[in-house]
């Protein structure tokens, strides 16, 4: 069994800064790929920032300059820092990690950000 919880989600002005946490648990027992994507009402879900076992990072072209993925390997956590938020970042963020060929999600969070 792994869990994943999100936080750090919010309501924000424009121009402002969240960082979110997505901590895993459960029978994880080497460092895992982790990631961050986004759903919007009435869009698909899409990919924000992944960050492999190994450190490669990949952003989608929107957050690029602006969101920073991280991770805390002994606390099996990836973080999202959000700077610059814009109205259309507005979604319900999920975390996800790849445990044993098996992609696991989180329940996501909201981020809400007012023009």
């Known amino acids: 069994q792994v869990q994943l919880v999100e936080s750090g989600g919010g309501l924000v002005q424009a121009g402002g800064s969240l960082r979110l946490s997505c901590a895993a648990s459960g029978n994880i027992f080497s460092i895992i790929p982790m990631g961050w994507y986004r759903q919007a009402p009435g869009k698909q879900r899409e990919m924000v920032a992944t960050i492999t076992s190994g450190g490669t990072i990949n952003y989608a072209d929107f957050v690029k300059g602006r969101f920073t993925i991280s991770r805390d390997n002994a606390k099996i956590t990836v973080y999202l820092q959000m700077n610059s938020l814009k109205p259309e970042d507005t979604a319900v963020y999920y975390c996800?990690?790849?445990?044993?060929?098996?992609?696991?999600w989180g329940q996501g969070t909201q981020v809400t950000v007012s023009s």
């Open positions: 996800n990690a790849l445990v044993a060929n098996w992609l696991h």
